[in-house]
């Protein structure tokens, strides 16, 4: 091994800058990995004029190719290569960083003697230039000549050059190419997924959609590039508003149930995500939607509110038979002095008309989720209605010695609602804070007007409604577990909730651990223009 010298002809600075410029163009013309180290080796042989030259690429010290002088990639066998990472020049190279020049081939221990290997030849001269980027040896270049001392000063100033452009070169373009498999990966992904997926900009003009969006709302993808998401989402089937789109511009995450229509012009429940995707590198944000398509389920839930609807009404028939029997028995023995018979009718009065207003509950929050209870309103004064529901829960209040109080407002204007959904709904708050009251407690019954809405509160002394508990407690079939407490089925306040809304009012607990809960809801004084009841599932918060 030497250092650099001996006779040559000097490659003239122009002829040098003209091949590194010409280099240049072609690599950043050539964007794929295969072919950026065969132009660099084609161009260094070229320029030195050499007959023997390869290309040895690496990442992380391991072999990705072996590139041959004209010939692109070649198969080397394993052991030959082996041989020569561990034992000769480009072992040395790769694991020194360093640029080798061998004067004599055959007088040096690095260059293997290879007698079948054709990029290996037995004399001559050889240069081995490590392929160097952020670090890394990407590649190793090895030239050889049949002549002895054929590389000079200029010649590794040059294949240095080229080898500098060629790891960056090459580097680059693995990035990109990593970078655009990425991007297949990630069209092919979104192209192929099993939910409809539609992408729009900020106002929501859709800029893209999926194949499963395309099958599910019957659309050609060029025909819905030509919508806005209002089109498949038409206003008033959801709670997709202008509203909803402020929330995404915040980057909220909007979930929500709604309806879609088709081409045909049918209509599909969904279920909706939207989420705002920022751009990166200059590139504008966009809102992604994906929809789940919840007809089966709807069909499902359909048949189950029509069955439960059907077994409701047949049990209203046995239902009024038992309190037709028990008001006749009631009065067959009216004068019968057994307090014995007397008790068990009371107690069977009871159940029958707890059993009754289950029943009524069951049937009108299935009908005020479906919008199909109508309200009768009439101009009502909120006093008789409580004292039409405190007529009712009295008989418990007595059983547990419950202390009934009421702070009740004299100047409170009628109430344009429906009379006897109002008194339910009283009731119900009324029975509920007697049954979590212990025994000797109190419950205190309170009015007020306040702008345009009457107030009611019912303040209990109970052991109040745990934090977790107070966002659902007016769910459907909610109910708080507690110790000794009373069980129910869960519909009383999911009623409660619904009622009050379908007069444009609200309901709400407040609650302090082991210090009661007060339930307040209020009601417009004045009727709205329109109501719109509840959908089924609509989310509006």
Not at 39 to 55: C, D, F, K, Q
Not at 450 to 460: A, L, T
Not at 511 to 522: K, L
């Amino acid at each position: 091994m030497s250092t650099v010298q001996g006779p040559q002809a000097r490659l003239s600075e122009m002829l040098r800058l003209a091949l590194v410029y010409r280099l240049v163009r072609e690599l950043n013309a050539e964007l794929r990995p295969i072919d950026v180290l065969q132009r660099v080796l084609n161009a260094t042989a070229e320029a030195l004029g050499t007959p023997h030259a390869s290309i040895i690429a690496f990442k992380q010290n391991e072999i990705q190719a072996v590139y041959a002088l004209g010939s692109g990639p070649v198969v080397n066998p394993r052991p030959v290569l082996d041989r020569v990472l561990a034992d000769g020049l480009v072992g040395f190279v790769l694991h020194n960083y360093r640029t080798i020049i061998i004067n004599d081939v055959t007088s040096n221990s690095l260059w293997l003697p290879l007698p079948d290997e054709p990029l290996s030849p037995q004399e001559g001269s050889a240069l081995c230039v490590p392929l160097i980027h952020s670090g890394d040896v990407v590649g190793v270049m090895t030239l050889a000549h049949p002549a002895r001392s054929y590389f000079t000063a200029d010649a590794v100033h040059l294949a240095s050059a080229i080898s500098e452009l060629g790891a960056a070169a090459q580097t680059n373009t693995l990035l990109l190419d990593a970078a655009r498999q990425a991007e297949r990966r990630f069209a092919t992904l979104f192209d192929d997924a099993i939910v409809p997926i539609i992408i729009t900009d900020l106002q929501g003009d859709i800029q893209t959609v999926n194949r499963r969006a395309c099958e599910f709302l019957g659309y050609e993808r060029e025909e819905l590039l030509l919508h806005n998401i209002s089109t498949v989402h038409r206003m008033g089937t959801g709670p997709i508003s202008t509203d909803r789109f402020e929330h995404l511009k915040r980057g909220l995450e909007v979930r929500f149930r709604s309806v879609v229509w088709t081409k045909d012009g049918e209509s599909k429940a969904v279920q909706v995500y939207a989420k705002r995707i920022d751009g990166t590198d200059g590139e504008v944000d966009h809102i992604q939607w994906i929809e789940h398509d919840l007809s089966s389920q709807t069909q499902l839930e359909q048949l189950r509110r029509d069955l439960s609807a059907m077994v409701y009404h047949d049990m209203r028939g046995p239902l009024g038979n038992i309190h037709t029997s028990l008001e006749a028995l009631n009065r067959l023995l009216a004068d019968y002095q057994d307090d014995v018979v007397q008790n068990l009718l009371e107690v069977a009065s009871r159940a029958e008309s707890q059993a009754r207003r289950m029943v009524d509950a069951l049937l009108d929050v299935q009908y005020l989720e479906e919008g199909r209870k109508l309200l009768t309103r009439t101009n009502t004064e909120l006093s008789s209605l409580i004292s039409g529901a405190v007529e009712q829960v009295q008989p418990l209040a007595e059983d547990k010695s419950i202390r009934l109080r009421f702070a009740l407002a004299d100047d409170l204007p009628l109430l344009y609602i429906d009379a006897e959904m109002v008194q339910r709904v009283l009731t119900n708050l009324l029975d509920n804070a007697i049954k979590y009251s212990p025994e000797g407690g109190t419950v205190t019954v309170s009015t007020a007007a306040s702008g345009n809405e009457v107030f009611v509160r019912i303040k209990d002394t109970g052991p109040g409604v745990p934090p977790e508990a107070q966002a659902t407690i007016f769910d459907k079939f909610s109910r708080l577990k507690q110790r000794n407490m009373p069980h129910g089925v869960g519909l009383g306040l999911a009623f409660c909730k619904l009622a009050v809304e379908a007069h444009g009012g609200r309901i709400w607990v407040r609650s302090a651990e082991n210090n009661g809960a007060t339930f307040t809801f209020a009601v417009p004084i004045e009727a709205p223009a329109t109501q719109e009841l509840p959908l089924l599932g609509a989310t509006t918060s």
